[in-house]
């Protein structure tokens, strides 16, 4: 069974960084594409990023280039965000997504003073 398990959420104030973890099983990790999308409050859904396991190119939305950096680790099957100079604009629920589509359950982070 594919699984997708997200953690490392929370709350944090505008300017701190927090890093994001997603456990994948079930599926053969280092070839697949893995990306982010967050869900902020009353609003749709919003890519993030994705990374292609097997190549190590990356993508990022504008909104969160230059401070947001995704990565992953074969080794560990496992998928990172790390989220630097966060704003309250980043408050949501993050999923991690696997190419087919196939979706975690999400992590909350919060911005806030």
Not at 2 to 20: A, D, I
């Amino acid at each position: 069974e594919v699984q997708l398990v997200e953690s490392g959420g929370g709350l944090v104030q505008p300017g701190g960084s927090l890093r994001l973890s997603c456990a994948a099983s079930g599926f053969t990790f280092s070839s697949s594409a893995m990306s982010w999308v967050r869900q902020a409050p009353g609003k749709g859904l919003e890519w993030v990023s994705s990374i292609y396991s097997y190549s190590s190119n990356t993508y990022y939305a504008d909104s969160v280039k230059g401070r947001f950096t995704i990565s992953t680790d074969n080794a560990k099957n496992t998928l990172y965000l790390q989220m630097n100079s966060l704003k309250s604009e980043d408050t949501a629920v993050y999923y991690c997504a696997k190419d087919g589509g196939v979706w975690g359950q999400g992590t909350q982070v919060t911005v806030s003073s």
